[in-house]
């Protein structure tokens, strides 16, 4: 055995940071230095924890909450720097490394709240919080806290831990065996097609089809596959009914085929644990206890928001339906209109009505000035500034860093940025923090960060932007925001630690401002010309995005209504897919469009518990930016100083420290209605 390298956590490079601007010294940090000192970092946190748990003096909130928010500070900062190369930056060490650290920390945490001498504390102090005189946000940190502990069964017997804990195991081997059951199906079924089969497949579609038949050893020839990317522009151009209809049926059936892959039976027993899960822990429903920490905190909430949305949806869709059957009936269909026709005449409608070219915008979306641009928002809005700080390494030659500064022209903290893609990046797009901004103990600014992966120009040359990705831009740099202008003191409830249906509230928002028309005449200026985007071709990219929404929102809500109708009994239903079917008929699904996710490969909600009880939080997040923005609309100031203040002060600033619904209305005056986000969708 290697002798044992003892590692200094007060030195490391990984955990004591001395790089320019208070960075981690990233030159000095070599991909063999994580193992051992997350190791380290580890026991140093473990020991940290043995302190306070068995601290012989009687629980305080310094010595217990505020000792527990403050301890493991190297773990956070070997962790912080580890996950983002992970993401951004990664080789084979790396992913090794991530295969090895990820069930030490989860372990490491689960040992962490099933800790009986922690928890003890802690209920102390949680049962005399009323006595104890507490400012709000200390308040809600215990009462978070606490809630956190109980949720992961810490007021449970040994029996029921053990219970807990065996149910936990067993759903979390379903879910991944539900992920692997789509992804045999999707593997396994192809539809392999020729030349003359391909009618009115644009080049983009075929050449994935091609690569996807090359993969699959059928070199030469043509593959309809299951995934979405192949799918969705296949159903959407192919002028073959027969086909459509083929492809169609073979996606709805993923994970119901029969056989060693057909989820029926992992859902039946999933649904029961968690059912069972929720009981344990005290709670009507599963629903229930997912929705506890969240801004809707009951199903019923969550039904107040989808039900009048359903309506409108089925309406809407309703209506384009008969328009689409006259599209059929003139190009000389006499079937009867099917669900496998929907995305086909729908396209052609779309280019009937909107024609424009991509390509034409392009020009006019450049990357600095669209960066600049979300700059000059965040400054009307907010007054803080960003400098950019050259020759400062990071975790690659490509990130590059900004000091963030107040109007006061005091540094808030720092953001980085890492615009485009490369082999050693995942894709995607995301925000998250070297370290997070708080004012607990000796205080922390937050160092921010935004990964894009937009393609690299070649030397010399400009990189553009297609519209989606200056969106994603301003989506992130609105996370990013939520990040930065922190202003609170605990550490758990800083920047976008936030219930899952109110953290893109702040990003979702920020894209509003792209489009307003001051921002796009200062910043979208052509490449070669100078010169700001004509009205017309931005009237046509605004009206263009309405379309379409009567079968999105049908086939999203339908997805989220069946999610709820699951999870909102206090028992499991016997036979799932029987129980889908008839809760659809209940609801008029139109026989014309499917569930965007139907039960046997609804990943979000069985592929394990991220979204399950969740999925409605993308659409409660649209309420919320849709009605947000309104408020400025409202105002005729897409700035409004004084609307601008309450949604710093209320939303970008304040993080978790209050219940989400009291910061919304604390900005605009009152809960959201769906209203806005009707009519952002074009619904009404
Ligand atoms: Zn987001």
């Known amino acids: 055995m290697p002798p044992t390298k003892t590692v200094d956590l007060a030195a490391h490079p990984l955990t004591k940071w001395q790089g320019p601007l208070g960075l981690p010294d990233f030159a000095s940090i070599g991909d063999g230095d994580f193992s051992a000192v997350f190791d380290a970092a580890l026991k140093a946190h473990e020991a940290e924890i043995d302190a306070i748990a068995g601290n012989k003096d009687a629980p305080t909130i310094d010595n217990t909450l505020a000792a527990l928010e403050l301890a493991g500070e190297p773990l956070d900062h070997v962790s912080s720097i580890f996950w983002c190369r992970a993401g951004a930056h990664t080789n084979d060490a790396i992913q090794a490394l991530e295969r090895e650290i990820s069930p030490k920390m989860s372990r490491h945490f689960s040992a962490v709240s099933m800790n009986e001498k922690l928890f003890a504390r802690i209920d102390d102090l949680y049962q005399r919080r009323e006595t104890l005189k507490l400012d709000a946000e200390t308040l809600r940190v215990l009462e978070k806290t606490w809630k956190g502990f109980v949720r992961s069964g810490a007021k449970l017997d040994a029996d029921g831990k053990k219970r807990l804990a065996n149910i936990s195991e067993e759903l979390s081997s379903l879910g991944t065996t539900f992920g692997q059951n789509v992804l045999a199906d999707e593997r396994d079924w192809a539809l392999f097609l020729d030349e003359a089969d391909l009618a009115g497949l644009p080049d983009f579609v075929k050449s994935s089809m091609a690569e996807a038949a090359e993969t699959r050893g059928q070199n030469g020839r043509y593959a309809v596959t299951l995934s979405r990317s192949i ?45 069972e899960k929720a009981k344990l822990l005290g709670y009507g429903s599963f629903a229930a206890l997912k929705l506890d920490d969240t801004m809707a905190k009951t199903p019923k909430a969550v039904h107040d928001l989808l039900d009048p949305v359903w309506e409108k949806a089925l309406e809407k869709a309703s209506a384009d339906q008969k328009e689409l059957e006259r599209l059929a009936t003139e190009a ?62 990071a975790w690659h030659p490509d990130a590059r860093t900004f000091v963030v500064k107040n109007a006061d022209g005091s540094e808030r903290g720092l953001f980085l940025a890492d615009y485009f893609a490369r082999s050693s990046k995942r894709s995607g797009a995301w925000m998250s923090a070297l370290k997070s901004g708080y004012k607990l103990g000796n205080g922390s600014k937050p160092v921010i960060y935004n990964i894009m992966n937009f393609a690299k120009p070649p030397a010399g040359e400009a990189a553009l932007l297609s519209v989606d990705e200056a969106k994603t831009l301003f989506h992130e740099f609105g996370h990013a925001l939520h990040g930065m202008l922190t202003d609170v003191t605990w550490p758990s409830v800083a920047g976008t630690s936030v219930s899952r249906d109110f953290v893109e509230l702040p990003s979702q928002l920020y894209e509003h401002w792209l489009t307003v028309p001051a921002v796009l005449e200062k910043h979208a200026l052509h490449v070669k010309t100078g010169k700001p985007m004509p009205k017309a071709l931005l009237d046509k990219m605004l009206a263009a995005r309405t379309f379409g929404a009567g079968f999105a929102t049908v086939e999203f809500t339908a997805s989220a209504l069946i999610d709820m109708a699951y999870h909102a009994r206090s028992d499991a239903p016997a036979e799932p897919l029987e129980f889908e079917a008839e809760t659809l008929e209940k609801l008029h699904m139109p026989d014309t469009i499917a569930m965007r996710h139907r039960t046997p490969h609804f990943g979000h909600v069985f592929s394990g518990d991220g979204y399950s009880a969740g999925y409605y939080s993308y659409m409660w ?63 009404v």
């Open 231 to 275: 799918y969705e522009p296949f159903t959407t151009f192919s002028e073959r009914r027969d086909l459509r209809e083929i492809a169609f049926r073979a996606f709805t059936m993923r994970g119901q085929n029969g056989g060693a892959s057909d989820n029926t039976s992992v859902v039946r027993d999933m649904l029961k644990l968690r059912a």
């Open 332 to 393: 000389g269909s006499n079937e009867k209109f099917a669900a496998w026709d929907w995305r086909f005449y729908q396209e052609k409608l779309r280019t009937e009505k909107f024609a424009f070219d991509e390509a034409e915008l392009k020009p006019y979306l450049q990357l600095d000035r669209v960066i600049d641009a979300c700059f000059d928002v965040a400054t009307k809005l907010f007054g803080i500034t960003f400098e950019e700080k050259k020759g400062i390494a």
């Open 621 to 683: 997040s649209e309420v919320l930016d849709a009605d947000a923005f309104a408020a400025f609309e409202e105002t005729g100031d897409p700035f409004n100083p004084a609307l601008a203040e309450r949604l710093r002060k209320n939303i970008y600033a304040a993080g978790g420290s209050k219940d989400p619904e009291e910061l919304y209305t604390a900005f605009r005056g009152k809960m959201p209605s769906p209203e806005a986000m009707m009519v952002k969708r074009g619904l």
